[in-house]
């Protein structure tokens, strides 16, 4: 079969070699991912349904999620792109249905192998043919010699896993969600004790309003991280100034129990300035950097 390399946008996708480039320079993508952006740069402009990619990554015999495994190979897409989910120039989502590569595809010969002349490419563009089926990642092996390594050209570039998986970092983010969201409920427990300790009238109102607003924010972030929605990335980092001032707010909270626990709240204040950070890191695991933005 001729190798082609496929080009959109500032990428080239290099079936022959396994490889995604931008503008020349190799990108790191796994297998599930890199089979379907192939699938979609293939069928370019046309809606590919969740259907049709389970049978084309998986196959009939489904042992694994496949609505999971779906959500992550299109985010790693949109990672390797630099694609915005909510303004994509490349992969679009179609919700309910699929998706489609909206940026156009060329098509170009790989230069390593014999390659058909342009009025060829011209012919079947003209006819309305389909692109070739992608290369198998066994496409080199010699069939007459069992269990034979794939050659360099056909051997899937797998990208090293990152310092935390996704799913691990999503979780952890969750859990702090939930330990504020205890915190805010003792506070409003103990409210009356706070109000004996001879602070002035305001710090009770202000817990109280921090408290409520917290809630809210902390119920918004667990929807959204809970159901994995791709956008929650981006809405943590416009809200993260928000965050970080509500967060050192109540970083201060321990020193309420200083007469008794006495310099040992200095650390739980460091622990809780700390958090923002932590959960700003959790979600650049979860969701990647976007250019421009920071995070998706």
Known sequence: MQAEILRFDEFELDRGRYELRRRGQPLKLEKVPMELLILLAE???????????????WGDDVFVDTRQGINTA????????????????ILQTVFGKGYRLVAPVTIAADPAQA???????ETRAEAGSPLPPSASPLEGR??????????????????RPGPIEPKLA????????????????????LLPNIRRLGLPPVMPSLTLVAGAVGTAIRLYLISAVGFNYAGSGRLFQQAFPGILALDALWAASPLLLFQSWGELTLLFVAALAFLPFSQRTLMLSAYG????RGMP
Not at 43 to 56: H, K, N, S
Not at 115 to 121: C, E, G, I, L, S
Not at 142 to 159: N, Y
């Open 170 to 189: 999503r979780r952890l983010f969750l859990v702090i969600q939930i330990g504020y969201l205890a915190l805010y409920a003792a506070a409003f427990v």
């Open 74 to 89: 299109v985010r790693k897409i949109r990672l390797a792109l630099k694609d915005d989910p909510d303004n994509p120039r």
């Open 142 to 159: 010699d069939a007459t010699q069992p269990g034979a390594q794939p050659s360099p050209e056909t051997r899937p570039h797998v990208a």
């Open 289 to 292: 950097a976007v250019r421009g």
């Open 43 to 57: 069928r370019e402009g046309q809606l590919v349904t969740r259907e049709e990619i389970v049978q084309r990554l």
């Open 115 to 121: 390659a058909p002349t342009r009025a060829d490419h």
